[in-house]
């Protein structure tokens, strides 16, 4: 299971504002419970295969490629017990950045790219809440709906433009 380390400098006080409000939270436990998803779940239930993965990669390489250029180089090198998860408007994992050690240990957890982050597949999380409400969300670690997350804090934000609009990407839909 992923972990971060003991060393972890993330604190959910400096993402105390971007805290759902509980009846948001709630709404989605709601939806985790209606769709029978066990509480249980520690593994995504949904990861796309590498070959529906593929066209949504290709169509999304630029975006890819310009986050790949500020996270390897910025921040990655600042911040090695996080990771960050470049998802499209459907929320496949297109990459994820990390530190080798932490990447490794969160590919075993089942985030890797082709992993869905719905409620149907994760349950609650700060993907699926940033998506749903279009701004920056935060979840604690216990409030995260399956046992997936429940060791990580986790905060997401739809990725803006330069004047600040939530762009439409190229991307592909995947097929329900």
Known sequence: MFKLPETSNFSMNNYFHCLPD????????????????P??????????????????IISNAHLINTVGCII???IL???KECIFILCNPDLVALKIFAHPDVLDSAEKSGMKPG?????ESCGTNALCLAKKHCKVVAIKSQDHYCNLFRHICCAASPVRDAAGNIPTFPYQHITR
Request: charge should be negative.
């Open 39 to 56: 509480v249980e779940l520690s593994n995504p239930k949904k990861i796309i295969s590498s070959e529906t993965l593929s066209p949504i």
């Open 22 to 37: 509980p009846q948001d939270l709630e709404e989605s436990y709601s939806r985790c419970r209606l769709m029978g998803l």
């Open 115 to 119: 992993t869905v982050f719905t409620e």
């Open 72 to 74: 390897d180089s910025t």
């Open 77 to 79: 090198p600042e911040i």
